[in-house]
């Protein structure tokens, strides 16, 4: 009997099988390997395979977004890592996250990180979040009667990040947040391989990207 | 390695065996070569350990080739937990990516060989997944007429590696541990493989009979701190792989540890200073199955990283 796979691997697997069918089945695949179960395959040898792997190898995928008022479908177009880097991005997202928890500021609802045992995807789902964000903003408004609210959407916010953006982010918080050089190394060479992608910024929704 | 398939560690009777493919290609070559007699007939006493002529190196290939394969097969599944160190190196280096082994002296690639031919028998056994792995393996030997068998052997088992998505490059140098020039120019070999491969593996087998029993350590030592500073830094290891014998591990290897402070710029030993990593198993021999042999193992892990 197959081992059950350990707390990464149930993220990683967790995380893409809500986000991409692709990117899920490759995982599932990868993990008919019994060595890449645990934990230890995931901080040893993924990590060894994403950083020795010269460029990121991505599946451009599109995902349905929204009718256009023409009725024609718009969509997001995503690049879905390789099982190796997907184990990696769960690693990364749960070493950094308690780090990350300090910095948080109050005024972020969006991209909770989950526990490292917790079951479930790289984050939060979105509603507690959405939910949590209108009662701060009744606070606010019953704090100040006057007040004017003022939505803004950024349209195709995490698309304008660019790859030098996000490093320089990535790098000013593990310094402050005193990472480990592995785990640096791996965060700068994530952001490394969306420069070699067929376009310049990073791609719409990438886990990694929400790190700033 | 805990739980391994059937088809390279059989848990019941503890006897390692050498992954089918690699079996078969020995066996051509040992038959292609007119050697089957002599490979099957008794071995002699004292064990052969090779030389530069074609009837010392035939005398090697057929009597200590399996062993030899053997003892770098046990030093990667480490089925007993004896090695870990070394072991879960390997595994890291040859989970996939880029990779350029330096495999010194190559011999007839018996360790080169026996590490990608497990990893490709552990990935057609859904042990391992199969992650794209991309090989350069730089081989330096002396003797020609080992290199021509190496080149016969890996050729050979290239098919059965690209199945499980292992893709092998190798080139095999003329290479003589004493000369100064012949080293350089083998770590120019390695230097320009760094070009496409992120990941440096040096491997170094069955040195003990040259540089212990024939006094040559001492001779080399220049050639082998040049070839551990260049090799180090960036994500690069070294494991030094021996026959678990007093030459290696009451000669070779408190020598070895010896020089390891001295190269602390550039390397990092990760075993013990006391106890040497060794370990040792039954295998079934290829050419005379079910009947077996044993291997013994001692093995140095070191990292290469700069200060």
Not at chain 1, 172 to 192: D, M, P, Y
Not at chain 2, 42 to 65: C, K, M, N, W, Y
Request: neutral net charge; hydrophobic residues 40%; glycine residues 6%.
């Amino acid at each position: 009997m197959k081992p059950r796979a350990e707390a990464l691997a149930a993220k990683a697997v967790h995380q893409y099988r809500g986000r991409d069918i692709f990117a899920y089945l490759a995982l599932r695949y990868y993990l008919e390997a019994r060595a890449a179960r645990g934990d230890r395959w995931t901080e040893d040898n993924a990590a060894q395979i994403v950083l020795s792997t010269p460029e990121g190898r991505y599946l451009n995928s599109y995902h349905f977004k929204a009718l256009r008022r023409d009725g024609s479908p718009e969509h997001r177009q995503l690049f879905v890592p390789s099982p190796s880097e997907a184990l990696v991005e769960a690693l990364l997202i749960c070493s950094a996250a308690e780090s990350w928890r300090k910095e948080r500021s109050g005024q972020l609802f969006s991209y909770d990180p989950t526990e490292r045992a917790e079951r479930g995807g790289y984050f939060r789902s979105y509603m507690p979040g959405l939910r949590e964000r209108q009662r701060a903003i009744a606070t606010a408004c019953l704090a100040r009667p006057t007040a004017t609210v003022r939505y803004v959407d950024i349209k195709a916010f995490y698309p304008s990040i660019t790859p030098a953006q996000a490093d320089a982010a990535w790098a000013a918080f593990s310094e402050r947040q005193a990472i480990s050089r592995t785990l640096v190394n791996l965060g700068h060479k994530l952001i490394r391989n969306h420069l070699f992608k067929p376009r310049e910024s990073l791609s719409s929704r990438a886990p990694c990207s929400a790190i700033s | 390695m805990q739980d391994l398939p059937s088809s390279v560690w059989v848990s019941a009777q503890g006897i390692l065996k050498i992954p089918p493919p690699v079996c078969a290609a020995y066996t051509a070559v040992i038959q292609q070569s007119g050697l089957f007699e002599v490979a099957t007939g008794s071995r002699p006493d004292p064990a052969p350990v090779g030389g530069i002529s074609q009837e010392l190196t035939d005398l090697h290939f057929a009597h200590a080739f399996d062993g030899s394969v053997a003892r770098a097969q046990l030093a990667l599944i480490d089925p007993h937990n004896e090695v870990p160190i070394t072991s879960a190196t390997l595994l890291r280096f040859l989970s996939g990516g880029t990779l350029c082994i330096a495999d010194l002296p190559c011999g007839a690639g018996a360790a080169s060989i026996a590490f990608m031919g497990s990893i490709a028998q552990l990935r057609r056994e859904e042990y391992l997944p199969r992650v794209p792995l991309q090989v350069h393996i730089v081989g330096g030997e002396i003797s020609a007429p080992a290199r021509a068998y190496a080149d016969q052997l890996i050729t050979s088992i290239m098919p059965d590696l690209e199945e499980q998505a292992i893709f092998v490059t190798f080139e095999l140098r003329d290479w003589n541990v004493l000369s100064p020039v012949s080293n350089s120019e083998l770590i120019e070999r390695i230097i320009l493989s760094k070009a496409t491969s992120l990941q440096t593996l040096v491997v170094v087998c069955n040195f003990n009979g040259f540089l212990e029993r024939a006094g040559k350590k001492d001779e080399a030592r220049p050639q082998l701190a040049e070839l551990f500073r260049f090799c180090s830094g960036g994500t690069n290891a070294a494991v030094w792989i021996e026959p678990k014998m007093n030459a290696a591990t009451g000669g070779l290897f408190p020598w070895l540890k010896k020089m390891f402070p001295r190269w602390s710029a550039f390397l990092k030993f990760l075993g013990s200073q006391d106890d040497d990593e060794t370990s040792e198993s039954k295998y079934e021999l290829p050419l005379k199955a079910p009947s077996t042999a044993v291997a013994r193992l001692a093995v140095l892990p070191i990292d290469l990283v700069k200060e």
